[in-house]
């Protein structure tokens, strides 16, 4: 596996159901983020990590909760979702850009595209 | 805080033609600038990222962007559009000092035969 993947890329979930979206990154990146696409909506960010440590929670309702065990694992777990949040999910890797190279860009994997009923 | 705004919703031109997607930002301080392309059902793709001084960058699949300071633009251009260049398109920002990565709302770019 190469780059950033993704797992499941679509869920579809009750809003009662609890579910958790997977990111993997193999590029030897130190920071790892969450963003949320939906239609008509320019991409939203959610959550960043950097060093395994949350540096970023943008506003995210606790419905969503991360977690970060190590620099190449991301997880989003999902509990009692509305249907409001059905979108596309998109995880991102790079090298952290305060603590190195300003220009680092980030890079994405496919996204899971979620389907709250 | 920081911004972009991508004026066109759609752009469409005919292969071969030249293509440019307009982009401008709002930002404090040195701006770090991107463009990024996405295909149906796929994440986004990192096309070329502004380095302070190069006025012209030169990205992935013949792609280049103009970075204008007075006019805080930077236009993704391509001079002979391929059918296959047909996505969406997004610009994006970071401020110094700053995790955030600021989107456009997405141009999307139809190349016909």
């Known amino acids: 596996e190469t780059g950033v993947t993704q797992t499941p890329r679509h869920l579809v979930m009750g809003m009662t159901n609890k579910k958790s979206l997977k990111c993997e990154q193999h590029l030897g990146h130190n920071a790892m983020y969450w963003y949320k696409q939906s239609a008509k909506k320019p991409l939203e960010l959610m959550f960043v990590y950097s060093l395994e440590e949350r540096v970023e929670n943008n506003s995210v309702p606790s419905r969503f909760s991360p977690e970060c065990p190590n620099s190449s694992h991301l997880f989003l777990h999902l509990h009692t979702l509305q249907p409001e949040d059905s979108a596309l999910y998109l995880c991102a890797s790079s090298q952290d850009p305060l603590a190195g190279d300003p220009y680092n860009e980030q890079f994405f994997g496919p996204g899971t595209r979620l389907t709250v009923l | 805080a920081q911004s972009v705004a991508q004026p066109e919703d759609q752009v469409n031109v005919a292969e071969g033609n030249p293509l440019t997607v307009k982009c401008t930002y709002s930002?404090?301080?040195?701006?770090?600038l991107f463009w990024y392309v996405q295909y149906p059902n796929r994440g986004l793709q990192f096309l070329l990222k502004?380095?302070?001084?190069?006025?012209l960058v030169k990205g992935s699949y013949g792609f280049e962007a103009e970075f204008n300071k007075s006019q805080t633009s930077f236009h993704l251009k391509k001079p002979s559009a391929l059918v296959s260049d047909s996505a969406l398109y997004f610009c994006a920002v970071r401020g110094i000092n700053d995790y955030k990565l600021s989107f456009g709302a997405g141009t999307t770019v139809t190349v016909r035969a």
């Open positions: 502004y380095i302070t001084g190069d006025n």
């Open positions: 930002v404090s301080g040195n701006p770090y």
